[in-house]
């Protein structure tokens, strides 16, 4: 599509095949053909992939063949270029039975408009009706198959999405048919629902409304405005302000960069303009809609690049991207169709050529090209960014905000929250904060530093840090820059302070539970597979551990080394489980929150953990048994176990506690907030473990220590290893008269019960923890 250079008079049309109907707009052209990004797709195999273009011409609209093989017929004969208007009669590729198109006036338009957009006229989407058709007498299927009514042809439609129904008093409701990503009425996710003159039903990128007596649609393309109205956000019950009445417009194919001191609210306002902490006060306009009231509906469209990355870096580029795809595509999506979604946002970021590397193995600019690539798979409207040059020398942060500058231009809102600004030429907008989260400029970069009164952005720093009174937004408000670029600058009108938010609650899964929780096995498998270290210590650590406890037992267990046996066993458990598990989830922790945005499911992403670590775990606590334990007399009570042989007893015992050491692990790995200290906090958790085991101190019936060693792993494990070998008649003394060490069913069974019930209660506890780090929406 290419925008006309000069406004033309031509008459409004539309277009009507037998697929539905185009409203043509004087202000551009349309094409015409087989590829799915015309205007007007036709689908027969007669058709060209581009066939021809009808272009609006002074008063007049214009049809033209694109040197087409079959030919185009307009009015029974065939042209290259030809005048059509109203009842024009065009046939593609066959002038009999070719694909038909008839061109009609435009019915006058109705006073009824989406009851949930304050301007329509000023926004992209709701300026005119990409389509118009009569209002339904029957069912209208609405999907991405092409056996529906209605086809919207994208990836995050479910093929069989929602049905708009009529009802017997002729009336309308809207019927969502278990699609993955939801179908939204006025913003809200909807299974069945009325819908009245003016509603807006929103499927994928599309919105339906009944206007008058036609059903019209409107796509949103990405050409998208964003309005702010002084978003405040305060804390500590209003005593601190960390946005102040910030306002700004953005307009369609902006790229606006956000520049200030540490502290002056930039990633505050990434929150609020997201939707992930929204403002205490102020209103976002999405293209004319409320973000907050609609956020339900309105989070798909947009794209968040955290400062992080959020792929793991030990995959390639494309299985990363197949997988992150996997989730956020629905269930009903073909593997074909989610790989050429994959290859053309690779083809879009330059990418070609690294699609087989590992992503720990590029450079710091291509590695954030393919996080912008995961965010691009659903084709957001709206993408932000965090940092994105963070780390990167010169060169490369030229290459991340050209490539930026791009992305706008090809039809998307982009907003980037920077500390550099070595490439602020390339934006069209600058916001610069001051401390207190108050706009002290917004504009064209090139203007800023002199309005500020300096020549280099170092000094401006400064000042903002020096010149604490300053009255920074004062300042920008009596200027002429206010009003030329924000009072003058928008056509939404200025709404007042909404109510609170509705709760908004988590967003729909693109796949079902067991669809996430395969797709995010096989992630992890691979995941792990691919680090050496990990593997390295996976192998290793069970095989050392046992090799020293077998070295201990000798041929038999004896009074000398039957509880320095058992105790390595200990050790060894914990060890193996807990280094398994006390880093994967603190590591994973911004991809964990950006999925969990866009509809991960948090206890599919825990058992995923579970089910590759416990397996990892169960497996090393067997060859460490067998390792320690092979060919050596465990000296039980007449040569057996309490309920089977001694070494399979020991061996499940040893298992159960890497699993619950494994899972208290995942525990400390979810508390903390740095990778760093989950090492020491290893080896706290060790020490604990040996202390609290019944090894070195006496328990038993000591109040406090006993019941303290409740929740530690290692105190049961080795009463069921020391019941199965009857460690008390081996060893004599106080320590192994302890109650739980009798060779005993029920005390043995009690022991290994309570490293389940232990495991159970640190996967609760898990799972709560991973609620801090959600979006401060999804926790309401």
């Given at each position: 599509m290419r925008e006309r250079p000069v406004a033309s008079t031509a008459p409004e049309l539309v277009l009507e095949t037998e697929t539905g109907s185009t409203v043509m707009s004087p202000g551009r052209d349309y094409h015409v053909g087989r590829d799915p990004m015309s205007d007007v797709v036709l689908d027969d195999v007669r058709v060209s992939w581009h066939h021809a273009v009808l272009r609006p011409e002074d008063d007049h609209w214009t049809l033209e063949d694109e040197n087409s093989k079959n030919g185009?017929?307009?009015?029974?004969?065939?042209?290259?270029?030809?005048?059509?208007?109203?009842?024009?009669?065009?046939?593609?590729?066959?002038?009999?039975?070719?694909?038909?198109?008839?061109?009609?006036?435009?019915?006058?338009?109705?006073?009824?408009?989406?009851s949930a957009v304050s301007t329509p006229a000023a926004t992209g989407t709701f300026r005119q009706p990409s389509t118009v058709r009569p209002l339904p007498e029957r069912t209208v299927r609405i999907g991405r198959g092409g056996d529906n009514d209605l086809v919207v042809d994208e990836l995050v439609v479910s093929r069989r999405h929602a049905e708009l129904r009529t009802r017997p008093d002729g009336t309308y409701e809207i019927v969502d048919l278990g699609s993955h990503n939801g179908t939204f009425l006025n913003g809200r996710p909807v299974e069945r629902a009325p819908v009245t003159p003016g509603d807006i039903v929103g499927i994928g990128h599309s919105a339906f409304c009944l206007v008058g007596d036609q059903l019209q649609e409107y796509v949103d393309t990405g050409e998208v405005s964003l309005d702010v109205q002084d978003l405040t956000v305060e804390v500590d019950r209003g005593r601190k302000t960390l946005l102040d009445k910030v306002s700004f417009p953005v307009g369609e194919k902006c790229l606006l960069a956000v520049v200030g001191p540490s502290g002056a609210g930039k990633s505050t306002l990434l929150n609020a303009l997201t939707g992930q902490r929204p403002a205490d006060r102020g209103t976002v306009l999405y293209d004319g809609r409320d973000l907050y009231r609609d956020y339900a509906e309105l989070r798909q469209r947009i794209g968040l690049v955290p400062q992080d990355d959020i792929l793991h870096t030990q995959l390639t580029?494309?299985?990363?991207?197949?997988?992150?795809?996997?989730?956020?595509?629905?269930?009903?999506?073909?593997?074909?169709?989610?790989?050429?979604?994959?290859?053309?946002?690779?083809?879009?970021?330059?990418?070609?050529?690294?699609?087989?590397?590992?992503?720990?193995?590029?450079?710091?600019?291509?590695?954030?090209?393919v996080s912008?690539?995961?965010?691009?798979?659903?084709?957001?409207?709206?993408?932000?960014?965090?940092?994105?040059?963070?780390?990167?020398?010169?060169?490369?942060?030229?290459?991340?905000?050209?490539?930026?500058?791009?992305?706008?231009?090809?039809?998307?809102?982009?907003?980037?929250?920077?500390?550099?600004?070595?490439?602020?030429?390339?934006?069209?907008?600058?916001?610069?904060?001051?401390?207190?989260?108050?706009?002290?400029?917004?504009?064209?970069?090139?203007?800023?530093?002199a309005f500020f009164g300096y020549r280099h952005w170092p000094e401006a720093f400064e000042a903002f840090e020096r010149d604490e009174?300053?009255?920074?937004?004062?300042?920008?408000?009596?200027?002429?820059?206010?009003?030329?670029?924000?009072?003058?600058?928008?056509?939404?009108?200025?709404?007042?302070?909404?109510?609170?938010?509705?709760?908004?609650?988590?967003?729909?899964?693109?796949?079902?539970?067991?669809?996430?929780?395969?797709?995010?096995?096989?992630?992890?498998?691979?995941?792990l597979s691919a680090d050496r270290t990990f593997l390295a210590v996976m192998i290793g650590l069970p095989c050392v551990m046992g090799a020293m406890a077998h070295a201990v037992a000798g041929s038999r267990l004896t009074v000398e080394t039957a509880m320095n046996v058992l105790l390595i066993l200990c050790i060894g458990g914990v060890?193996?489980?807990?280094?398994?598990?006390?880093?994967?989830?603190?590591?994973?922790?911004?991809?964990?929150?950006?999925?969990?945005?866009?509809?991960?499911?948090?206890?599919?992403?825990?058992?995923?953990?579970?089910?590759?670590?416990?397996?990892?775990?169960?497996?090393?606590?067997?060859?460490?048994?067998?390792v320690a334990l092979?060919?050596?007399?465990?000296?039980?009570?007449?040569?057996?176990?309490?309920?089977?042989?001694?070494?399979?007893?020991?061996?499940?015992?040893?298992?159960?506690?890497?699993?619950?050491a494994m899972m208290l692990g995942l525990v400390v790995s979810a508390a903390v907030t740095k990778e760093e200290v989950t090492m020491p906090l290893l080896v706290l958790l060790a020490i604990v473990q040996v202390v609290f085991s019944g090894a070195l101190l006496k328990l038993d019936g000591v109040p406090g220590m006993e019941q303290l060693a409740w929740f530690v792993p290692a105190r049961w494990a080795l009463g069921a290893m020391a019941g199965?070998?009857?460690?008390?008649?081996?060893?004599?003394?106080?320590?192994?008269?302890?109650?739980?060490?009798?060779?005993?069913?029920?005390?043995?069974?009690?022991?290994?019960?309570?490293?389940?019930?232990?495991?159970?209660?640190?996967g609760y506890v898990v799972v709560r923890l991973l609620r801090r780090y959600e979006p401060a929406v999804m926790r309401k």
């Open positions: 185009t017929y307009a009015d029974g004969r065939r042209v290259h270029e030809w005048g059509v208007g109203p009842g024009s009669v065009i046939h593609f590729a066959n002038p009999s039975d070719g694909p038909r198109a008839v061109l009609v006036s435009r019915p006058p338009a109705t006073t009824e408009r989406p580029v494309r299985r990363a991207l197949g997988y992150a795809a996997e989730l956020r595509f629905p269930q009903d999506t073909a593997k074909a169709e989610r790989r050429a979604r994959v290859d053309e946002v690779i083809r879009e970021l330059g990418l070609e050529q690294r699609v087989g590397q590992p992503i720990h193995s590029l450079s710091g600019g291509q590695r954030k090209r912008v690539a995961l965010e691009l798979l659903t084709k957001p409207s709206l993408l932000f960014l965090d940092e994105p040059t963070s780390g990167l020398d010169p060169g490369m942060d030229r290459s991340v905000m050209h490539m930026l500058r791009g992305l706008a231009d090809d039809g998307r809102t982009v907003i980037v929250v920077t500390h550099s600004v070595l490439s602020l030429e390339v934006c069209d907008r600058l916001l610069v904060l001051a401390p207190g989260g108050k706009v002290a400029y917004y504009g064209p970069p090139d203007d800023t530093l009174g300053r009255d920074w937004a004062g300042e920008y408000r009596d200027s002429p820059f206010h009003q030329e670029y924000i009072d003058n600058s928008s056509a939404q009108p200025h709404l007042p302070p909404a109510a609170p938010a509705a709760v908004v609650g988590p967003p729909p899964k693109a796949q079902s539970w067991g669809a996430q929780l395969g797709t995010l096995v096989r992630r992890y498998a691979a995941v060890l193996t489980g807990a280094a398994n598990a006390v880093r994967e989830l603190v590591k994973e922790r911004v991809i964990y929150q950006r999925e969990r945005a866009v509809g991960l499911s948090r206890s599919a992403y825990l058992m995923s953990k579970i089910v590759v670590l416990g397996t990892i775990t169960v497996v090393q606590a067997v060859v460490l048994s067998l092979f060919g050596v007399d465990l000296n039980a009570p007449g040569g057996k176990g309490v309920l089977m042989p001694p070494l399979l007893e020991i061996t499940v015992a040893v298992a159960l506690l890497a699993f619950a199965t070998v009857g460690l008390a008649r081996i060893v004599p003394g106080p320590l192994t008269a302890d109650s739980l060490f009798r060779h005993s069913s029920g005390v043995w069974l009690l022991n290994v019960w309570m490293l389940v019930v232990l495991s159970v209660v640190f």
